[in-house]
């Protein structure tokens, strides 16, 4: 199974609109004895995601991924909604209207590696080691659009690169109270560092490829542009289902890569499904 379909910078929209929708849509309709400490909630479930089996491959595999997430305030939050790890809101601001707001946050992930084996075409390239992320995002609310930006910097392992997402989602409902939509274009930059060792091929790995590749130097630029698509479905008051599609086309030195024109795709797809229980 892919290791980098876990880590995905933000799981796109999948964890956007879950990870800010309310606890349930149905709070006008509960008792005033229903009140409780809102200072933590919980989110559990489990979902199943379809992508290629390697970042710029062409061939497709499903996973089952855990959907954990554990909140402190709206401030701290510990789990795998929008890849592993924690994420702390250092800043959140109030805009012009009540639906304006602006948001920082912090935070540290995971990145869990590439193996050589995982595809035909990576054989001899070695693998990637698993290594820490820190980041750092920006998001500004206003009506029903949110604009999202995510720094993330490479603090361990010899991926040692970085990259910075961005994005801008429409939200809304049309009319219906217990469902929930939203969906947007992406923009992802990357660094020279993650550029070479995710696309590039050096000598000793030229060398090494069974493929037979030559060397290729991949750098900094734009890495991709896509579109994705969510929506989220509220069962019960505690059940909530949602499924997202995304499509990103890559571009510049990542879709000359060898990994990518020769034997991927620059077209890439991904669909996840999940149902989660949240308290």
């Known amino acids: 199974m892919s290791n980098w379909l876990v880590t995905r910078v ?8 879950l ?12 008792k005033p004895d229903s009140a409780k400490n809102d200072d933590w909630s919980f989110k559990l479930g489990v979902g199943g995601m379809y992508g290629s089996d390697y970042e710029g491959s062409d061939d497709y595999e499903v996973m089952a991924l ?4 554990v909140t402190w305030r709206d401030i701290v939050s510990v789990g795998t909604i929008g890849g592993p790890g924690i994420k702390v809101k250092v800043l959140k601001v109030k805009g012009p209207t009540p639906q304006d707001e602006l948001s920082v946050t912090t935070s540290l992930g995971y990145f869990m590696g590439r193996d050589a084996d995982e595809n035909d075409a990576l054989k001899g390239l070695g693998d990637i080691d698993a290594n820490m992320t820190a980041g ?9 659009f949110s604009f999202n930006a995510d720094l993330q910097q490479d603090i361990s392992g010899d991926r040692d690169g970085t990259v910075l997402s961005t994005g801008l989602s429409y939200n809304t409902s049309f009319g219906l109270k217990k469902t929930r939509f939203s969906f947007g274009p992406e923009v992802i930059w990357a660094s020279d560092d993650y550029m070479q060792n995710m696309f590039g091929i050096s000598s000793s790995q030229a060398s090494n490829s069974e493929r037979g590749y030559s060397a290729y130097k ?15 479905h509220q069962i019960t008051e505690n059940v909530s289902m949602m499924g997202s599609v995304g499509y990103s086309q890559f571009m510049g ?6 990994l990518v024109k020769d034997e991927g795709d620059e077209n890439q797809f991904e669909t996840m499904l999940g149902i989660v229980y949240s308290w």
């Open 10 to 17: 933000g799981f796109g929209l999948f964890s956007l609109i």
């Open 136 to 144: 750092l995002g920006l998001e500004y609310k206003f009506n029903q």
């Open 19 to 30: 990870l800010s929708a309310p606890a349930t849509v149905f709070a006008q309709e509960k």
């Open 66 to 69: 855990p959907l954990v997430d």
């Open 253 to 258: 030195d990542a879709a000359d890569s060898p």
């Open 218 to 232: 991949a750098e900094a630029g734009i890495k991709e542009v896509g579109l994705n698509a969510m929506v989220m």
